[in-house]
């Protein structure tokens, strides 16, 4: 290999709020930099996952013709409340959670900008309600 055509390659990253070369880092957040470990999801855990919820596409029908999607977050401190209502009250959901590969492509799709939200899609697969608060799900499914 030929050294005389390199040239250095100055990383940046975020530290404390704003962007700086890593080689102006000091000892410690150097250290801190390189034994980073960061979030990788892999086909494996997909599946893993859609094992343990379902699949997105084979959401349960319940009432007739409808479709219950709840979008939700490992770090949602609201999510395990609606989590918790819905399984008290013994309704059927599909939970897309962050972790899943397709997470963001079902949140454009349904459009979803915050979690918890549950969306109730009809057989048409048109949404005919959506909320992402706590007391209006408790008055429209109970």
């Not at 030929?2 to 080689?23: D, Q």
């Not at 410690?28 to 997909?46: C, D, H, L, M, V």
Request: glycine share 4%; proline share 4%; hydrophobic share 30%.
């Amino acid at each position: 290999m030929e050294t005389k055509n390199r040239i250095k390659c100055e990383i940046w990253t975020r530290v404390m709020g704003y962007h700086r070369p890593v080689s102006q880092y000091n000892f410690g957040k150097k250290s801190e930099f390189y034994s980073r470990i960061y979030f990788n999801p892999t086909q494996e855990a997909n599946e893993k996952l859609e094992k343990q919820y379902g699949s997105p596409g084979k959401t349960t029908e319940i009432s007739g013709a409808v479709k219950y999607l709840l979008f939700t977050t490992t770090t949602c401190p609201k999510c395990p409340a609606v989590k918790n209502l819905l399984n008290e009250l013994q309704i059927s959901y599909f939970s897309i959670d962050n972790t899943m590969l397709n997470f963001h492509e079902l949140a454009e799709k349904y459009q979803v900008r915050s979690v918890p939200t549950v969306i109730g899609i009809g057989h048409s697969d048109e949404e005919i309600w959506r909320t992402s608060e706590l007391a209006e799900i408790k008055r429209h499914l109970c």
